[in-house]
Structure formats: C-alpha cells, structure tokens
C-alpha cells in the first residue's frame, strides 16, 4: 500500500498570505516598535497610576503585538525571516521582565542584549576580545563556504524530495542529519554578525555553538552545545526565571484588633530543603487584651469570672482572625500551619507545590516554549500549522527530563573513550530518527530554496 510520506503526520492548516515587504521596510518596523516600547516601560508607572492600564494588561498587549508583526509582515527572502520572525518574540519576552524604575536608553538595550554576551570573561583584555571576534567571523565564513562546498552538493535539488523516504529508511536519516548540519552552517551567518559586533565594541559575544555533532546525549546537546542564546533566553525566562533564594517569601500580615497591615520581611523565614526550593512564608496573627482592672480581695471570685470573660472572649477572636486568614490563605492558594505561642498565632503559609514549579517541570516548560516558538516561526515564514516542531521539542524535553533522573551518582560524569564514542553514535541516531519533525516543515513547505548546482 502506497503511503505518501511527504505529507503532515498530525494536522496541516493552512494560512493567509503576509504581506510581503522590503528588508529594510521591516528592519524600520521593528525600530519603531523597539522605541514604543521602550516609552512605554519608561512611563509604565504614570500609565498605572492614572488607571489606563495595569502593568499586567500591557506586557500582554505588547506581547500580542510583537506577535501579530511576523504573522503579517514577512521578506520575500524565507531564510530570513528567521531573524525577523525571532527578533519581535525576543523583544516581547525580554520587555516583560525589564525593570521600569529609573528605565534609560542604556539599561534597555544592554538589557535586550544581555542573553548574547557573555559576561564570564569580564577581566579579558578589549584586544583579545576582538581578535576573538574577527576569529567568530572567519569562523562563521568558513561554515557557509563548507554548506555551499560540501553539504548542498550531497542534498537532493528539491529538498521536499528528502521527504518521500519512510521514517525509518536510512536515506531519511541521512538526509535529516545533512539538513541538520545544513542549519548549523546557515546560522554561520549569526556568527559572522555577532563576530563583528564583538570586534567594534570589545563585547565578548556568546559562541552560538559548540561542536553539537560531538554530543553524547541529548542533555549535552541541548544544554552544553546547540544554540546557546536559545538556551541562555530560555533558561532565564522560564527554566530559572528567578533563584528561589531571591524570592520574596511573601507577605507578614500583622492583624491587632480590626486592622489589617501588609509588609515586605526584610529577612528570610523558613528553610530550604534538597527537594524544594520553597520558601515558607509567615503570617503573625497578634491578639492584644486589656489588662483587667485591679480587684480588691473580697471581690475575686467576681474577679475570677471577667478574667475568665475575657479569655473566652480572647479565644473567639482569634478563632475568627484564624477563620479570616484561612480565607485569605486559599485566596493566595497557600497550604497553612497554625501554632500557638502565648497570645500571638504564627500561621505558616507553604506555597503549594505542582511539577511545574519543580526543577524538571521549569525544564519541560522550557522545552515546551521553544516548541510554540518554532511553530510560530513556521507560521510565520511557511504559513501554516503542524505541530510538528511542539512535538519535536516536547519530546525532546521529556528525554533530557528521564536523562537526568537516571544519570545520578557516578553516571553524572560524562563517558570517556570508547564508551563515549558508543554514545556520540547513538545520540546521533537518536536525532536523525527524531529530527524529521523538527525539518519536515521546513523541506515540505520550500523554506529553503532549490538546490542549484554549484
């Protein structure tokens, strides 16, 4: 029975055409909504202030925007509109983190900036630094010339060609791994730009790649040598958005009578553990009584009775303040421990804990976020929807999620040797199986133009 490979596994919904306009058309577009948001931030507090919006409602607006722009404006060059698909999602992801108080032009774009430049080699001469950089340069040179040279004379003319093998022929996994490697090369291009940005102003620039062929797992892939600004935005967005030590622990709510008053803890309540990077957040109830005025002696029975008025008193407050924190405690969504001490009641609020908040669910998400952006980009510069980047990255991430729950003790250390060899080759057996969903899109809906001979 024939079965026609080329065609979309799960789902392929087609999109309106863009609008096609010139390179540097676009490049103005998005400097001036790279200026937008840039005031926008800036004045973010008067925006508030004035009850026009919440800071909230305009990162989302600001999200959406940058989202619509690669979805309607696109270059009549496909190859491209990578960078200009990419660069307003970027802007998006990093303007909604960037801090507004005392905003300038500076902090901005070093902001925007930071996730390429790495900041370990701070001590580095400006001299070495460039000469580094005219050295990314020839390097990412060198890379296009080896895909022209080398690789493209390998590949069929028409790349949707390399789609009509069945997933398991080996010609399908040769041609997924020479595609790869044909994206490696084409993203030479960025070395050469980074490259020149480090040699005019002494930034020393993140190195994209590092020999990702040479990966014996897809944990070393992913973390150590594929795309490391990628890796750099994700891991700051969304795998490790803010340390756990850095988080505030929460609000102390301090309850005397009837009144209610909020404030920030200057030090830190509760204890890390190895599991769990959550902190305990406290909440001091205190109950305050009015001394009972001195009785004389004959009167102490009546004495005894207000004291004992009182206390009953006492303890239905502070069953109501308990009951009025409760509330308070599910609205925030927090698990409570209540303890007694005197006339005070600590109540101890553990934020709930899911495996989104975990260390391999934030890994997961991470993986997951890059999917949507890959499909963003297919929609954006191939016009439609599969889905199947989503699943390449979903899939790649609960691997590396299993990776590192099985790697413990001495499997931590990497494989030297032979055994390192054995699992080079099997991780790169394990991409040309799984890639083609990652590459498919791109062949099946001519990204990439037709293979002229050379």
Not at 370 to 382: D, K, N, T, V, Y
Not at 432 to 440: D, E, K, N, W
Request: net charge neutral; glycine share 4%; charged share 20%.
């Amino acid at each position: 029975m024939y079965v026609d490979h080329t065609r979309p596994p799960f789902i392929d919904i087609p999109l309106p055409p863009a609008i096609i306009l010139p390179a540097y058309a676009l490049i103005l577009l998005y400097a001036i909504v790279i200026t937008a948001d840039f005031y926008l931030l800036r004045n973010e507090r008067f925006l508030v202030a004035s009850g026009i919006i919440t800071p909230k409602q305009l990162r989302i607006a600001m999200a959406v925007v940058h989202v619509l722009i690669p979805m309607v404006f696109i270059s009549s060059h496909p190859p491209s509109n990578i960078l200009f698909a990419a660069a307003p999602w970027f802007l998006a992801s990093y303007s909604a983190r960037i801090p507004t108080d005392r905003l300038t032009v500076e902090t901005y774009i070093h902001t925007l900036f930071r996730v390429t430049v790495d900041d370990r080699d701070d001590f580095v001469s400006k001299t070495k630094v460039r000469t580094k950089g005219a050295a990314k340069m020839a390097l990412g040179v060198f890379k296009i010339a080896v895909m022209h040279l080398m690789i493209d004379p390998l590949l069929p003319r028409h790349p949707d060609y390399a789609l009509e093998y069945a997933w398991s022929s080996p010609m399908s996994m040769i041609y997924t791994v020479l595609f790869g490697v044909k994206a490696y090369c084409l993203l030479g291009v960025v070395d050469v730009f980074m490259g020149a940005e480090q040699l005019v102003f002494a930034w020393n620039m993140v190195t994209l790649f590092n020999s990702p062929i040479l990966s014996a797992s897809p944990r070393d892939f992913w973390s150590r040598r594929w795309n490391k600004v990628v890796r750099n935005l994700l891991h700051s967005q969304v795998f490790d958005p803010k340390d756990a030590s850095d988080v505030d622990e929460g609000e102390r709510i301090s309850m005397t009578s009837n009144t209610i008053k909020e404030k920030t803890p200057t030090t830190k309540i509760g204890e890390k553990t190895e599991n769990t990077t959550q902190e305990a957040v406290t909440t001091t109830v205190t109950t305050t009584t009015t001394p009972a005025p001195t009785k004389r002696v004959t009167r102490a029975a009546a004495a005894a009775a207000a004291a004992a008025a009182e206390k009953a008193k006492a303890i239905e407050a502070e069953e109501d303040e308990i009951k009025t924190l409760s509330e308070i405690s599910e609205t925030w969504g927090h698990d409570s421990v209540v303890a007694h001490n005197g006339s005070t009641i600590i109540i101890e609020q553990i934020p709930k804990r899911t495996f989104w908040t975990t260390r391999q669910g934030r890994g997961l998400l991470a993986f997951i976020v890059s999917g949507i952006f890959h499909e963003l980009i297919i929609m954006s510069a191939c016009r439609h929807i599969t889905l199947e980047n989503l699943l390449f990255f979903t899939l790649q991430g609960l691997v590396v999620m299993i990776e590192v729950e099985l790697r413990q003790g001495n499997l931590k250390q990497e494989p030297t040797g032979v055994t390192r060899v054995v699992c080079v080759a099997l991780q790169l057996l394990f991409m040309s199986i799984t890639g083609r969903l990652f590459t498919a899109p791109f062949l099946r809906y001519h990204f990439f133009p037709e293979n002229l001979e050379v």
